[in-house]
């Protein structure tokens, strides 16, 4: 993996960045539909003690946006950053939910196999030098016919997300790569490139994109079931 500066840079980013109330300058709608999104496609909890792990973790906020949705379900998480496991912990507690979590490899999950029943993976896999090795991990500690929540970069012909980045993946190859190890995979997408485009140029623009989506109208929700170099996220559903 790469190495990830950026909670030691700038903190627990994901939770001042998810912050949508008003007068928040590090408000990013981009960044929060992506939890949105993920959160939303969690399943309705059907046993008592449903378990989600998500692999990459960082400063926990994910584990914070499915809890709201999925009151009492047990939270695991693991990060490969020291930091990244403080953060969470301490942004869980202030919020008043607790998780599991441990320092560790997404090659070498410290969990017993068929362990739980959704997975997360929120933009992790593109930091990966080895994304496969990571699937075989995550096939193994997901019980029988759980399910994988991914999300990644869509890549784009003619530039780079993130320089952070080793490798970046388009619907095809991200679907290849995915149903070696899970019997049901569909792609999705959001972000509709233009919006993005729109919001990173800054200014009035950014701030009439951001009232917008305080006011509950994102146009990074908008998804679709085709996806093109049109929407900047993929998003995986996977069914061991």
């Not at 995979?185 to 701030?207: D, H, L, M, S, Y």
Request: charged share 25%; with cysteine; hydrophobic share 35%.
């Amino acid at each position: 993996m790469t190495d990830f500066d950026k909670y030691r840079i700038s903190g627990a980013y994901h939770w001042r960045q998810s912050d949508s109330r008003w007068g928040n300058p590090e408000f990013n709608p981009v960044l929060l539909s992506r939890y949105q999104v993920l959160a939303r496609m969690m399943p309705s909890k059907t046993t008592k003690n449903q378990s989600v792990l998500d692999i990459g973790c960082g400063d926990g906020y994910l584990l914070y946006a499915i809890a709201c949705k999925n009151p009492g379900i047990q939270l695991y998480g693991i990060d490969s950053e020291s930091l990244g496991i403080s953060l969470a912990e301490e942004q869980l507690k202030k919020h008043n939910y607790s998780a599991s979590l441990v320092q560790g490899s997404a090659y070498s999950l410290p969990f017993s196999s068929s362990s739980f029943d959704v997975i997360t993976n929120a933009d992790v896999i593109e930091h990966l030098e080895d994304p496969e090795k990571s699937l075989q991990e995550m096939q193994r500690v997901l019980r029988n016919r759980g399910l994988l929540l991914l999300s990644t970069p869509n890549r784009h012909p003619n530039m780079k997300w993130d320089e952070r980045h080793i490798y970046e993946f388009d619907p095809i190859e991200l679907r290849k790569m995915l149903e070696k190890y899970f019997s049901k995979v569909e792609i999705t997408a959001c972000w509709p490139i233009w919006w993005v485009w729109q919001w990173k140029e800054g200014g009035q623009k950014r701030k009439l994109i951001n009232s917008l989506c305080r006011l509950g109208i994102n146009p990074f929700l908008f998804s679709t079931h085709q996806p093109t170099i049109e929407y900047g996220q993929l998003i995986a559903k996977c069914i061991k």
